[in-house]
């Protein structure tokens, strides 16, 4: 199993940016994909991000493209997302996650192991 720790979450004023971090622990070398999930009240879980381990694949949700950017440092067994030009409607709890299906999947069933996750506000 993997166990996974999120921070970077916070408050911020639409337009501004936030980094989330994600590290992973435990039996880590087998992870196919990593991605970001968020959740707002009310609402079901959806994909924001999803990379490959390798880093070579990448997958954005259509409302974060050119805004928000995934990338891992293997090394020190991180994941990240960038957010930029945050709006409102990105307040949610974000969620990291690890996926065991082959190939870059947005599927939220496909991962197995999730993080706690953490609070993003973006006041208007």
């Known amino acids: 199993q993997v166990r996974l720790v999120e921070s970077g979450g916070g408050l911020v004023q639409a337009g501004g940016s936030l980094r989330l971090s994600c590290a992973a622990s435990g039996r880590t070398f087998n992870i196919p994909s990593m991605g970001w999930f968020r959740q707002a009240p009310g609402k079901e879980r959806e994909s924001v991000a999803v990379?490959?381990?390798?880093?070579?694949?990448?997958y954005y949700a259509d409302s974060v493209k050119g805004r928000f950017t995934i990338s891992r440092d293997i090394a020190k067994n991180t994941l990240y997302l960038q957010m930029n030009s945050l709006k409102p409607e990105d307040t949610a709890v974000y969620y990291c996650?690890?996926?065991?299906?082959?190939?870059?999947?947005?599927?939220?069933?496909?991962?197995?192991?999730w993080g706690q996750g953490t609070q993003v506000t973006v006041s208007s």
């Open positions: 996650a690890a996926a065991y299906t082959p190939g870059v999947t947005a599927e939220v069933s496909d991962f197995g192991s």
């Open positions: 990379i490959s381990w390798g880093g070579a694949r990448t």
